[in-house]
């Protein structure tokens, strides 16, 4: 009945509690990464053999697939092949951010208040967490988005996305500083811990040289997880009204705007989708391969 | 006595979840460089509209006033005023949506105990097999679908393509509702049923190892029989924490799927409010939604105290 989170039960998707006897899967690690770059070397390279402009008017509306055209052309004649490899570059940059600053802040956060001995800080932190967590996810991040407002811009990127990177800024560090405040609460029994202390380091020394080390790693494999929820998010958001401004092309847009032509092109949301999943599965097989054999904290 | 205390403890995260809205909301609108009224509303607003929200938002009161007048309506039940749709209350826009929401919801999360958990039993049984292998790869492929793409997919084959259920839309009342709801509840099964396969095989391979089910064997008591009353139940006792957990993503999934099967719920409230940038609107939704949640997860944690008996005697 306790709130606290061990690594057992992350909440990535399809490991809660789940723990393994079998020893480490070295094939799943290694089809992962190798369908993640594909679609990321993919997603760099197209884009620069084939310079067609994303947005250009370059054949028919709705022709399906052929050699020229190989994920055929969208409802107003657009490449959906160049449009979904452009598109990717802009989702994983944006999944990328998404997850790294909450992965370094989070997992800073839940460091440092798993190792002060001051239990209100643990209490405030901890009851703040809960409540981010108890609320769906893609809502709280649409009700960022409203109040952060469309007009805000990060340079180099898109319309829109600044708002959505601010929002899971603000929602995500909470998973993180929870993963990292219970595998702190671990190590703090450890000997080497209490060796630093009586050495006399600072709370500070111990945190970011003896416990940060050690925490990372398992914030870490969160993190691959949390990137293709992210993934997910940025795709979805379209489909609520929010998200990636279209003309940009944007995984979720594209979907979402082949969505009304499902019966006569296909191949608008599902060649996207394909690569989405391809993606998709890449990092489930990756997480399957960290969570199934964690990487164990060197112990001095 | 442990009753008690988990029903204080969710409730107070009831309020500490009130509390988060309605300071969080403000403080953020502040901290928004500009004028947030107009950051909300967009450059083509009309200067009355955005003085409009500018006082419902309440930027010409002092930030601790204004938080404590949202939390003094929020304590009556007053969730606020529609921005878009001027003068009705938040509550009556988003009471039906709420309804529909958690209908589909529960559809979805019976649809995905039905398949997840023989399907986990299963695939406990025939261990180290072709088919347990099959079985963890559709269930790794299955996780990494968003609901929205799973969605889609069934839209276009089952809905288009074979004609098998509608394409959208809703009945509005109960036993009519069963021929829109089950598509989009498919959709969401296919986040849930495999996460409930998984974690139903691995309970069920840990009850398999462990000495009760060898002295059950020794006994000659059938496997039929083991599988039924020794696997069954220890493999059963970690869905309940799992559907718990995961009743959040499970919300986020069907807004999304809504808006994709037009399903009048939470999500075509939301997608709608979105167009119109209704603050109070969404802020509603918000704590309904979580609200909704703390108080399913005190039902899972109540259930888990009913049927775990090992929780009662460590407390």
């Given at each position: 009945?306790?709130?606290?989170?061990?690594?057992?039960?992350?909440?990535?998707?399809?490991?809660?509690?789940?723990?393994?006897?079998?020893?480490?899967?070295?094939?799943?690690?290694?089809?992962?990464?190798?369908?993640?770059?594909?679609?990321?070397?993919?997603?760099?390279?197209?884009?620069?053999?084939?310079?067609?402009?994303?947005?250009?008017?370059?054949?028919?509306?709705?022709?399906?697939?052929?050699?020229?055209?190989?994920?055929?052309?969208?409802?107003?004649?657009?490449?959906?092949?160049?449009?979904?490899?452009?598109?990717?570059?802009?989702?994983?940059?944006?999944?990328?951010?998404?997850?790294?600053?909450?992965?370094?802040?989070?997992?800073?956060?839940?460091?440092?208040?798993?190792?002060?001995?001051?239990?209100?800080?643990?209490?405030?932190?901890?009851?703040?967490?809960?409540?981010?967590?108890?609320?769906?996810?893609?809502?709280?991040?649409?009700?960022?988005?409203?109040?952060?407002?469309?007009?805000?811009?990060?340079?180099?990127?898109?319309?829109?996305?600044?708002?959505?990177?601010?929002?899971?800024?603000?929602?995500?560090?909470?998973?993180?500083?929870?993963?990292?405040?219970?595998?702190?609460?671990?190590?703090?029994?450890?000997?080497?811990?209490?060796?630093?202390?009586?050495?006399?380091?600072?709370?500070?020394?111990?945190?970011?040289?003896?416990?940060?080390?050690?925490?990372?790693?398992?914030?870490?494999?969160?993190?691959?997880?949390?990137?293709?929820?992210?993934?997910?998010?940025?795709?979805?958001?379209?489909?609520?009204?929010?998200?990636?401004?279209?003309?940009?092309?944007?995984?979720?847009?594209?979907?979402?705007?082949?969505?009304?032509?499902?019966?006569?092109?296909?191949?608008?949301?599902?060649?996207?989708?394909?690569?989405?999943?391809?993606?998709?599965?890449?990092?489930?097989?990756?997480?399957?391969?960290?969570?199934?054999?964690?990487?164990?904290?060197?112990?001095? | 006595?442990?009753?008690?205390?988990?029903?204080?403890?969710?409730?107070?995260?009831?309020?500490?979840?009130?509390?988060?809205?309605?300071?969080?909301?403000?403080?953020?609108?502040?901290?928004?460089?500009?004028d947030?009224a107009r950051?909300i509303l967009g450059e083509k607003a009309s200067p009355e509209v955005v003085r409009a929200l500018r006082h419902e938002l309440?930027l010409d009161?002092?930030?601790?006033?204004?938080?404590?007048?949202?939390?003094?309506?929020?304590?009556?039940?007053?969730?606020?005023t529609?921005f878009g749709?001027r003068g009705?209350?938040?509550?009556?826009?988003?009471?039906?949506?709420?309804?529909?929401?958690?209908?589909?919801?529960?559809?979805?999360?019976?649809?995905?105990?039905?398949?997840?958990?023989?399907?986990?039993?299963?695939?406990?049984?025939?261990?180290?097999?072709?088919?347990?292998?099959?079985?963890?790869?559709?269930?790794?492929?299955?996780?990494?679908?968003?609901?929205?793409?799973?969605?889609?997919?069934?839209?276009?084959?089952?809905?288009?393509?074979?004609?098998?259920?509608?394409?959208?839309?809703?009945?509005?009342?109960?036993?009519?509702?069963?021929?829109?709801?089950?598509?989009?509840?498919?959709?969401?099964?296919?986040?849930?049923?495999?996460?409930?396969?998984?974690?139903?095989?691995?309970?069920?391979?840990?009850?398999?190892?462990?000495?009760?089910?060898?002295?059950?064997?020794?006994?000659?008591?059938?496997?039929?029989?083991?599988?039924?009353?020794?696997?069954?139940?220890?493999?059963?006792?970690?869905?309940?924490?799992?559907?718990?957990?995961?009743?959040?993503?499970?919300?986020?999934?069907?807004?999304?799927?809504?808006?994709?099967?037009?399903?009048?719920?939470?999500?075509?409230?939301?997608?709608?409010?979105?167009?119109t940038r209704?603050?109070?609107?969404?802020?509603?939704?918000?704590?309904?939604?979580?609200?909704?949640?703390?108080?399913?997860?005190?039902?899972?944690?109540?259930?888990?105290?009913?049927?775990?008996?090992?929780?009662?005697?460590?407390?």
């Amino acid at each position: 009945m306790s709130t606290e989170i061990t690594t057992a039960d992350i909440n990535v998707p399809g490991h809660v509690a789940v723990r393994r006897q079998i020893q480490p899967r070295r094939i799943e690690l290694h089809v992962g990464v190798g369908l993640i770059l594909a679609v990321v070397v993919a997603c760099l390279v197209i884009p620069i053999l084939d310079r067609t402009d994303p947005n250009a008017l370059v054949a028919l509306p709705l022709q399906p697939p052929s050699a020229e055209h190989p994920f055929g052309t969208d409802m107003v004649g657009r490449d959906v092949f160049i449009r979904v490899f452009t598109a990717g570059r802009l989702d994983i940059a944006l999944a990328a951010l998404g997850v790294l600053v909450p992965f370094i802040s989070g997992t800073v956060i839940g460091t440092v208040v798993g190792a002060s001995r001051r239990r209100l800080v643990d209490t405030v932190t901890m009851r703040l967490t809960d409540c981010v967590i108890a609320f769906p996810f893609v809502i709280l991040v649409l009700v960022i988005v409203v109040i952060i407002g469309a007009d805000t811009r990060i340079p180099l990127l898109p319309p829109g996305a600044a708002s959505v990177l601010v929002a899971v800024w603000i929602v995500n560090w909470t998973t993180y500083a929870r993963l990292a405040r219970a595998r702190t609460h671990v190590l703090r029994q450890e000997d080497f811990i209490s060796a630093a202390r009586l050495l006399g380091f600072s709370q500070a020394r111990i945190v970011a040289r003896h416990l940060l080390p050690s925490v990372w790693p398992t914030t870490a494999t969160y993190a691959v997880a949390d990137a293709l929820v992210l993934v997910s998010l940025i795709a979805a958001l379209p489909f609520l009204g929010a998200g990636i401004q279209p003309p940009t092309p944007e995984w979720g847009s594209i979907m979402y705007e082949g969505r009304g032509f499902l019966l006569q092109a296909w191949w608008i949301s599902f060649t996207t989708a394909g690569v989405l999943l391809v993606l998709g599965t890449g990092v489930m097989l990756v997480v399957d391969a960290l969570v199934s054999n964690p990487r164990r904290p060197r112990l001095p | 006595m442990l009753v008690v205390r988990t029903t204080f403890a969710r409730a107070l995260q009831i309020v500490i979840v009130g509390l988060f809205v309605t300071v969080g909301t403000n403080l953020l609108v502040r901290l928004v460089p500009g004028d947030p009224a107009r950051a909300i509303l967009g450059e083509k607003a009309s200067p009355e509209v955005v003085r409009a929200l500018r006082h419902e938002l309440g930027l010409d009161q002092p930030v601790i006033q204004q938080i404590a007048r949202s939390l003094g309506r929020l304590v009556q039940g007053d969730l606020g005023t529609s921005f878009g749709y001027r003068g009705q209350e938040v509550a009556s826009l988003i009471g039906p949506g709420l309804g529909v929401t958690a209908g589909l919801a529960a559809v979805a999360i019976a649809l995905s105990l039905v398949v997840g958990v023989p399907g986990g039993l299963w695939l406990a049984l025939v261990r180290r097999t072709e088919a347990d292998l099959i079985g963890r790869l559709g269930t790794t492929v299955l996780l990494a679908l968003p609901s929205f793409m799973a969605a889609l997919i069934l839209l276009y084959f089952v809905s288009l393509k074979l004609g098998l259920a509608p394409a959208g839309g809703w009945a509005g009342s109960w036993p009519e509702n069963a021929r829109y709801v089950w598509l989009p509840a498919l959709a969401l099964t296919t986040y849930l049923g495999p996460l409930i396969a998984r974690t139903v095989r691995q309970a069920a391979l840990d009850a398999i190892g462990q000495p009760f089910v060898e002295a059950a064997r020794a006994r000659g008591v059938p496997r039929r029989r083991i599988v039924a009353c020794h696997v069954l139940p220890n493999a059963l006792l970690p869905v309940i924490t799992l559907v718990g957990f995961n009743a959040g993503i499970l919300v986020s999934g069907a807004v999304i799927v809504e808006t994709v099967f037009a399903v009048p719920g939470l999500g075509s409230r939301l997608l709608q409010a979105m167009s119109t940038r209704d603050l109070p609107v969404m802020q509603g939704i918000a704590l309904v939604t979580a609200v909704s949640i703390v108080l399913f997860n005190l039902l899972t944690d109540l259930l888990n105290i009913a049927v775990d008996p090992r929780i009662r005697r460590t407390h």
